[in-house]
T-cell receptor, first 111, second 114 residues
Framework: QQQVKQSPQSLIVQKGGISIINCAYE??????FPWYQQFPGKGPALLIAIRPDVSEKKEGRFTISFNKSAKQFSLHIMDSQPGDSATYFC??????????FGPGTSLSVIP | DAGVIQSPRHEVTEMGQEVTLRCKPI?????LFWYRQTMMRGLELLIY????????DSGMPEDRFSAKMPNASFSTLKIQPSEPRDSAVYFC????????????FGPGTRLTVT
């Protein structure tokens, strides 16, 4: 009920390409879906987030697509750059409880 | 503004010793979370506090682990006695009331138990 699934585990994309990471959740009480970005040796940092009342949110090159009926959401990184190489975590949470993180996706953007 | 502060940044200790990790959350934040990260198990929530009160400690591995939050600006995670399998990066994170999922993470403490 609490699990957040994430795929792929690792991803290699060429510079300028589109990176896509998919997540699925089970808990229908979740009303907030953040994505975190973690660089080696650093703590995770909030990247972008969406609430289930919208189907898409875009911030610069980063877009979240949300499908409430399928209980799925995804992160798209347009024009991927080597500086985007990091581990990405999707998560689900509510306004009153802990957040549940997915297992993470290691993204490598090669020149 | 200062972010979440953790100390020490690195800790190397011998099996059986007591280890204390420290965290100062962002001022005004009501939630404080302790996580452990390893390659094998990913990011695990150990315990979290709301207004200095422990809310959920179901992720604490065993009785060797304990956490306290004596006031709004300080928390500790203690391991006694430490074991090699406790080697990991431990993160502290904080967030505002009403938005516990918008967490701000500290830089982490890399713990090595030999």
């Amino acid at each position: 009920q609490q699990q957040v699934k994430q795929s792929p585990q690792s991803l290699i994309v060429q510079k300028g390409g589109i990176s896509i990471i998919n997540c699925a959740y089970e808990n229908t009480a979740f009303d907030y879906f953040p994505w975190y970005q973690q660089f080696p040796g650093k703590g995770p940092a909030l990247l972008i987030a969406i609430r289930p009342d919208v189907s898409e949110k875009k911030e610069g090159r980063f877009t979240i697509s949300f499908n409430k009926s399928a209980k799925q959401f995804s992160l798209h990184i347009m024009d991927s750059q080597p500086g985007d190489s990091a581990t990405y975590f999707c998560a689900g949470g509510t306004s009153y409880d802990k957040v549940i993180f997915g297992p993470g996706t290691s993204l490598s953007v090669i020149p | 503004d200062a972010g979440v502060i953790q100390s020490p940044r690195h800790e190397v200790t011998e099996m059986g010793q007591e280890v204390t990790l420290r965290c100062k959350p962002i001022s005004g934040h009501d939630y404080l979370f302790w996580y452990r990260q390893t390659m094998m198990r990913g990011l695990e929530l150990l315990i979290y506090f709301n207004n200095n009160v422990p809310i959920d400690d179901s992720g604490m591995p065993e009785d060797r682990f304990s956490a306290k939050m004596p006031n709004a600006s300080f928390s500790t995670l203690k391991i006694q006695p430490s074991e090699p399998r406790d080697s990991a990066v431990y993160f502290c994170a904080s967030s505002l009331s009403g938005a516990p999922a918008e967490q701000y993470f500290g830089p982490g403490t890399r713990l090595t138990v030999t």
